[in-house]
């Protein structure tokens, strides 16, 4: 059973940076295609980024290109979401998710099997 933990949300300025983990346990996160999804209240779930299974490609929502940044780091079974340039919009619970039904990342929350708890991020002044 895969089990996903998210950090490194917070509260940042307008025009700041963060960097989020989404660190695995219970199977290896590098067989797995990983997504970042956000929700934000009365918004519907969004994707952000994701990445696919070792091979494959990475994908961005079109409001987050040039701005964030997914990657792989194996061997600490983990998948970052670096986020710069953060605005009042990016705002929300951001979820990490994983799964083996796909080997290339859609945005689809149904191509995902394992969810974590999700990570807060806020963006005001």
């Known amino acids: 059973q895969l089990r996903i933990v998210e950090s490194g949300g917070g509260l940042v300025q307008p025009g700041g940076s963060l960097r989020l983990s989404c660190a695995a346990s219970g199977s290896t996160l590098r067989s797995h295609a990983v997504a970042w999804f956000r929700q934000a209240p009365g918004k519907e779930r969004e994707g952000v980024s994701c990445?696919?299974?070792?091979?494959?490609?990475?994908g961005y929502g079109d409001s987050v290109k040039g701005r964030f940044t997914i990657s792989r780091v194996s061997a600490a079974n983990t998948v970052s979401l670096q986020m710069n340039d953060l605005q009042s919009e990016d705002s929300a619970v951001y979820y990490c998710a994983a799964g083996t039904l796909r080997r290339v990342c859609v945005f689809d929350s149904d191509a995902y099997e394992f969810w974590g708890q999700g990570t807060q991020v806020t963006v005001s002044s």
């Open positions: 990445i696919s299974v070792i091979g494959g490609g990475e």
